[in-house]
């Protein structure tokens, strides 16, 4: 095991282990710079597992990040080929815009083709973490039909992610025979809508053999500690429309992923938990307050939640408003949804729109939760507003391309050019401005 780092007598293979006996590493030196903390500050919450740094020893391009809820609020795109979409060249387009728009990590789901060559692309060149789901992948690195796959074989692809530099993984632990049985007596309106959770659902069922990721979890921890991949412990049964939501199901599955918590912790593992899903606006505070309870503070990986589930086409606003609800109440890290959510794969206007939605929805919690530093660029914005000083709008704004576009493409008239053609010498700030300085408002 060359990962192993030694400083004096002090042996390491992972941040947690680094942080409970008390080292701050360089990427725990790195995120605290990135978020105002002090190294110390970063240092406990990793120890405590409050905080993670996904870094995965074979990823050397990374720049490390730090998910939890004391951090700034960071957001995944989804990306990937599948067997109708498997343009390679395309979906490293949209890793580049989406690492561009801000992006923290990109989860590579591809379902289709060389997978091995494009996560080892990402993993060479992506500054941003990378995560998978290695379950997606035991059927094409295999090439073995589902019923076919051994537990070796699904923990031989966890290794393959391992050493291809992933920095965390989705594995759907908390899924049982127990959890097979609840499945078929409590009955959902949508079942498990979980892709991983599905596949595990279904190899459970037609091999009568436990999950084996919750089987064999030792063996996945010790291919975490040699890499310090950081687990994601899936959420399988995470509700698929409103009326699962909050369910046995999702309950009995969040209380396991709790226990696995403390195994991965004692073990040396980062771990984050994921959740929901769709789950009306009124049921999101409750949800973060039971999954922090449950899983001692671990980080928080939201789905949306989507708070309707009717509007296919807008589903990166109806997950947006959830995610800002759910980030305000404590989740840290929000997996974008994109317009083509239920649809079809998304294009790059699609990751694009997602991504931005997203943006917004992380900030917005940000500043509710008293992120330091988080409003400081919205009381700039104000101040410009104030000035009517586009350029410095425009350079405060999240995209300044779109903001200076739409302005341009109908501006106001030369008579009154500082304004904007919503309300041209109608304008608001205008008048304000010209009567506190006692000028004339001229208006015909
Ligand atoms: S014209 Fe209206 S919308 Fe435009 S800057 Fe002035 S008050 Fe705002």
Redesign the pocket.
């Known amino acids: 095991m060359d990962s192993l780092v030694t400083k004096g007598a002090i042996m390491f293979f992972t941040q947690l282990q680094a942080a409970k006996q008390g080292v701050i590493t360089d990427e725990m030196k790195i995120v605290a710079r990135k978020e105002g903390l002090s190294e110390e500050q970063i240092c406990s919450l990793v120890a405590a597992g409050k905080v993670v740094i996904p870094c995965n020893k074979n990823h050397k391009s990374i720049s490390p990040e730090g998910i939890g809820k004391a951090l700034r609020t960071k957001i995944n795109a989804n990306l990937g080929t599948s067997k109708d979409c498997k343009d390679y060249e395309a979906e490293l387009d949209k890793v580049q815009t989406a690492v561009k728009l801000g992006a923290d990590s990109i989860m590579d789901l591809s379902t289709h083709g060389d997978t091995r060559i494009f996560r080892r692309v990402l993993t060479e060149k992506c500054t941003a973490m990378i995560g998978t789901v290695p379950i997606y992948d035991s059927v094409i690195h295999h090439q073995k039909d589902l019923a076919f796959l051994t537990a070796k074989d699904f923990l031989d692809t966890v290794r393959l992610h391992a050493e291809d530099g992933v920095d965390f993984i989705t594995v759907h632990c908390g899924i049982t025979r127990q959890t097979v049985h609840q499945i078929k007596t409590h009955k959902r309106k949508l079942n498990i809508v979980s892709r991983g959770g599905s596949l595990l659902f279904a190899w459970m069922h037609m091999t009568g053999q436990e999950n084996p990721f919750y089987e064999y979890f030792d063996d996945i921890l010790d291919i975490c500690v040699e890499y310090d991949v950081t687990l994601s412990l899936g959420d399988a049964c995470r509700p698929g429309c409103l009326a699962d939501a909050t369910d046995v199901c999702q309950i009995e599955e969040l209380v396991r992923l709790g226990e696995l918590t403390k195994r991965a912790r004692q073990r040396g593992v980062q771990v984050m938990i994921e959740g929901p899903g769709h789950m009306a606006l009124n049921e999101i505070q409750a949800n973060m307050e039971v999954q922090e309870r449950l899983c001692d503070g671990a980080p928080f990986y939201v789905l949306g939640p989507l708070v309707t589930d009717i509007a296919p086409g807008y589903d990166h606003i109806t997950a947006a408003i959830g995610g800002a609800v759910a980030g305000m109440h404590g989740a840290s890290f929000l997996c974008y949804v994109t317009p083509a959510e239920h649809l079809a794969l998304p294009n790059l206007q699609d990751v694009e729109e997602g991504i931005m939605a997203f943006k917004i929805a992380a900030h917005a919690a940000d500043i509710a939760r008293g992120i330091r530093g988080a409003r400081d660029k919205d009381d700039a914005m104000a101040d410009a ?1 104030k000035k ?1 000083d586009w350029e410095a709008q425009y350079a405060l704004a999240m995209n300044p391309d779109r903001a200076r576009r739409i302005r341009e493409s109908r501006a ?1 008239e030369k008579d009154h050019e500082d ?6 010498k ?5 008048s304000m401005n010209k009567a506190l300085n006692d000028e004339f408002i001229d208006i015909i």
Do not use: D, E, I, Y
Not at 419 to 424: E, F, K, L, V, Y
Not at 426 to 430: G, I, M, Y
């Open positions: 507003r009517l106001p304004t904007c053609s919503m309300c041209g109608f304008c608001a700030v205008r």
